[in-house]
């Protein structure tokens, strides 16, 4: 207490002594309470007689008898507790008071005098009972306000603690208006425990003189949960002190029995809508319809075709007894029972022992403990497939309108559910159905194209129009021609010459696919001769034979000579054999495409024809002859295995250098090996002109090898394989310039060359290819010092994008890509390349030299461009634009690491779709790698 340490208790001054403490205990007590019991007559006084004027003086002179008997009390306190200054303060109020209350009765005297009389009083008294009368009929019309709006009012005294309800209060309180109104305590009680904390707050609040309003529920006499919404405000006297508390109140039970029934339908509606596990919906449902119903236990019972059942789902509180998967056989319920529940019958029942229910079913449902019960039909379609089922096991209890819309609500969105189910399911069974069989079909497909490829023959697919759409490897062999150059052809334009067995042209409408698909018959041994794309079949000269001046005797050996420069042409010709079949769909007449097999006759066609010949051409050839010839066989043989050496070399570019000196021997030569072979087809003439009869043996081996052919051909071989070699050397050259396998270090080079070099090697690619014209490449090359850097990385890079460009090239002329085009953008560009205005495929290489120490390759195309979209991303490792299997996505990755991180320069993209592509190399001229 205050400053009590500096002091001794009053005891002490009374030596402690027993008596004589006693005694100023006891007259102290009984002098407080006498002070204390004289205020509680005056309040009581005031109380009744509220007429009286100046009551207020009753009130002071009660504060100033409360402080006189506080003086005495703390007289006792002291004691044993020295708290002097509280003891001298508290009398200082007391005097204060004393003073006022003096002070106030000299004042009020002279009013006390002017008192009205006894008929003054009864003037007053009527202008009063009207005063009353009005605001009686007020309070009627307030009444009849507030039950049409049910809005309740409320009034609290706090100084009487009397409550004051208005009508409206009462039946929201589910209590009639005659009876008495609840104390404060016995209000506290209906409300709701979870609420009370937050009434007692808001109630605090309003004495301490601030509005306040609050949501809360009560608990009425019928057992129902009502939400309440309660407005106060506090009410002061002329002192400024709340003395009394004022309020409406609105019962909006409905409005949040409905949003929270929105909100769960809402959120369980929204989970079937989202979710196809149809386990997830209805735990999330009953789990859900448990806690906003405040209720034991929520379960879903699925019907068996008996009428029997099993409960399939359930929620269930503690300290209630769980039946999941419990199996039920009810004997009361059959189809009478079915018949209405599936007509949308729903049982709401308060207490299954008052509801007069059958005693069978009683005995079912007592195990579940249940005294409340409500049952909602689930409808399948047109079928009863199960119950939505509410137990309340704790009390009975009364089941609202809104409780049973909103599970009959629930019972449809779970029908909907199972519906979504049941569809996915199937959905889910055709799926894996049709992903077995599709696996199947692949495996038989591949299986056929497996068989198709292993197959000696060649195989052919067209489709009504005659035109190509699949082809074996066996038909690529035995025609010569690459499968792009067969498929999309329509019958037999193929390139080159085709021709019947006589050597006249085979017409096109008699090829037997196409009498297959005109006739729908099969065509069975069509023999036909093709010659290569280049070759042409002209006419058979008389007079082109180096044996002609020599043999002029007799119109036989002009006869003979005729068909040997016939042979020389049909010996490029590869003949085949060939068989069509119709393939038709099931309802239709004529075929909807022609499979085509052939085979390769040739070798038996030549072994003919070379008998034939045998047994026309004259036995005078020269036994002398067999070794030289012989000999030129061994040599042409190993020329050609050098030039097959030569073909491989082509192929292995870290080997280049290894062909250039093979290479070099066989082209250095040639022109001896021709000086020889003139010599001694020379003697072979001579030999044939002075012994123009041979032995039989010389004649037939001389008819069988052809020798005026070889004579005639022999020249031209040596002539072509020097070609050949010139042109092997060539290629050589631009291998080491492109792959610089002597250069894998760091040097200075000329980047002019390895552009060249990659131009050399991608030169078949610019040429015609199907739609695409041949590809117009402008070299724009400026004044480059040498450059230090990786040459035949460098070179990769030169190659990652001009493959691109022709593929870009490629596609821009692509009919399909073209017909999806908007005939806007065809051939219009805003983009700084000077070659997109061009009509032609071109590609544009240019060079210059920055200064102080740059160089920059420029190379763009008017191809199709890069969409806006993915420019950002053309450079990550593994994306790619192309189609599947067209590219790995790691040209321009690798492309971009070689010329940014290897050697410190920049690689940029601008393109503007669809109208080309430019890309920008710039390089340090002697930065340090």
């Not at 449902?285 to 099993?310: A, K």
């Not at 059959?334 to 509801?355: E, F, H, M, P, W």
């Amino acid at each position: 207490m205050v400053l009590a340490e500096f002091f001794i208790p009053h005891g002490h001054c009374y030596l402690w002594k027993p008596g004589l403490v006693g005694l100023h205990l006891i007259s102290d007590f009984l002098t407080a309470l006498a002070y204390y019991s004289i205020p509680l007559t005056l309040t009581y006084f005031v109380t009744k007689r509220s007429d009286v004027p100046f009551n207020w003086i009753f009130w002071l002179f009660s504060g100033f008898i409360i402080a006189c008997g506080t003086t005495h009390i703390m007289e006792i306190w002291t004691l044993w507790h020295p708290n002097y200054w509280l003891s001298g303060w508290i009398k200082a109020v007391t005097a204060l008071i004393s003073v006022v209350t003096a002070a106030e009765l000299v004042r009020l005297l002279p009013q006390a005098l002017t008192i009205p009389s006894t008929a003054q009083l009864e003037a007053e008294i009527k202008e009063r009972q009207k005063a009353q009368a009005e605001l009686w009929q007020e309070k009627t019309h307030l009444a009849q306000a507030q039950s049409v709006a049910h809005v309740g009012s409320w009034e609290f005294d706090l100084a009487t603690q009397d409550i004051t309800w208005s009508d409206e209060t009462f039946r929201i309180y589910g209590l009639s208006p005659g009876q008495p109104t609840l104390t404060l305590s016995e209000h506290r009680q209906t409300i709701h425990a979870n609420d009370r904390k937050a009434w007692k707050k808001t109630v605090h609040q309003l004495v301490r003189g601030k509005s306040c309003q609050l949501e809360f529920r009560i608990l009425r006499p019928d057992g129902f949960i009502r939400h309440l919404f309660a407005q106060g405000e506090p009410i002061f006297n002329a002192q400024g002190q709340v003395h009394k508390l004022f309020g409406t109140l609105l019962d909006i039970s409905d409005r949040v029995a409905a949003q929270q029934r929105e909100r769960l339908f809402g959120a369980i509606a929204l989970r079937i809508h989202k979710s196809l596990d149809l386990d997830e919906i209805l735990d999330t449902t009953v789990t859900e319809v448990r806690q906003f119903l405040e209720t034991d236990r929520v379960l879903i019972y699925r019907f068996n075709p008996d009428w029997s059942g099993q409960i399939v789902v359930e929620s269930v509180g503690e300290p209630w007894t769980a039946v999941l998967n419990t199996t039920l056989d009810d004997p009361c319920f059959g189809k009478d029972y079915a018949q209405l529940y599936q007509q949308g019958r729903v049982s709401a029942i308060a207490n299954i022992y008052t509801a007069g229910l059958q005693p069978c079913h009683l005995q079912l449902l007592e195990p579940f403990q249940v005294i409340a019960n409500l049952v909602v039909p689930i409808i399948l379609g047109e079928k009863l497939w199960g119950l939505l089922i509410v137990h309340h096991c704790r009390s009975q209890r009364h089941w609202q309108s809104y409780e049973i819309e909103l599970l009959q609500q629930l019972a449809t969105q779970v029908a909907i559910a199972l519906q979504q189910s049941e569809l996915y399911s199937k959905v889910q069974a055709e799926l894996i159905e049709r992903q077995r069989i599709e696996k199947e079909l692949r495996v038989s497909e591949q299986r056929y194209r497996s068989v198709v490829t292993a197959m000696s023959e060649g195989i052919i697919l067209q489709q009504a129009d005659g035109q190509i759409i699949a082809c074996n490897v066996s038909a690529e062999n035995i025609l010569g021609r690459s499968a792009q150059q067969i498929l999309g052809q329509i019958g037999m334009n193929w390139g080159g010459q085709i021709i019947q067995e006589d050597g006249s042209p085979f017409p096109s409408q008699n090829h037997p696919a196409m009498v297959t698909l005109r006739t729908g018959k099969p065509q069975v041994r069509v023999i036909m001769g093709i010659s290569p794309p280049e070759a042409s079949l002209l006419p058979c000269p008389v007079n082109d034979s180096p044996l002609a001046g020599n043999k002029a005797k007799s119109g036989g050996l002009k006869l003979r000579h005729k068909e040997q420069i016939c042979q020389e042409q049909r010996h490029n010709i590869t003949w085949i054999s060939m068989n069509s079949q119709p393939l038709f769909n099931p309802e239709d007449s004529q075929p909807y495409a022609v499979v085509t097999s052939f085979s390769d006759i040739t070798e038996s066609k030549r072994s003919q024809e070379a008998l034939h010949l045998i047994t026309q051409q004259e036995r005078e050839r020269a036994l002398q002859l067999e070794q030289a010839l012989q000999e030129l066989q061994r040599t042409q043989a190993q020329l050609v295995q050098n030039e097959k050496m030569v073909s491989l070399g082509q192929l292995v570019a870290g080997v280049a250098h290894e062909i250039n000196n093979p290479t070099s021997f066989i082209y250095g030569n040639i022109a001896p090996a021709s000086n020889y072979a003139q010599d001694l087809l020379h003697l072979v003439q001579l030999y044939g002109k002075h012994y123009p009869e041979p032995v039989a043996e010389i004649a037939e081996y001389i008819d069988y090898i052809d020798l005026d052919f070889i004579a005639t051909d022999f020249p031209k071989l040596l002539a072509s394989m020097q070609e050949g070699a010139r042109r092997i050397s060539e290629i050589v050259q631009s291998l080491r310039h492109f792959s610089r396998l002597d250069e894998a270090e760091c040097k200075q080079v000329n980047l002019h060359q390895g552009i060249d070099s990659t131009l050399l090697i991608l030169k078949h690619r610019l040429t015609q290819q199907g739609n695409r014209p041949p590809i117009q490449l402008v070299k724009d090359y400026g004044q480059l010092p040498l450059v230090k850097c990786y040459p035949g990385q460098l070179n990769q890079v030169f190659m990652n994008i001009l493959s691109n460009a022709i593929d870009a090239l490629d596609e821009a002329h692509n009919p399909a890509y073209l017909s999806g085009l908007p005939s806007a953008n065809r051939g219009n560009s805003n983009h700084l390349s000077p070659i997109n205005h061009h009509p032609s495929p071109m590609i544009w290489i240019h060079t210059e030299f920055v200064e102080p120490n740059s160089v920059i390759i420029r190379i763009a195309d008017n191809g199709a461009g890069i969409k806006a979209e993915v420019q950002s991303r053309i450079f990550d490792p593994f994306f790619t634009t192309k189609p599947v299997g067209q590219g790995t996505g790691l040209g321009l990755s690798i492309s971009y690491q070689i010329v940014v991180d290897k050697h410190g320069g920049q690689l940029q993209c601008h393109s503007h779709h669809p109208q080309g592509t430019e890309f920008v190399i710039k390089l340090p001229v002697t930065k340090s790698l």
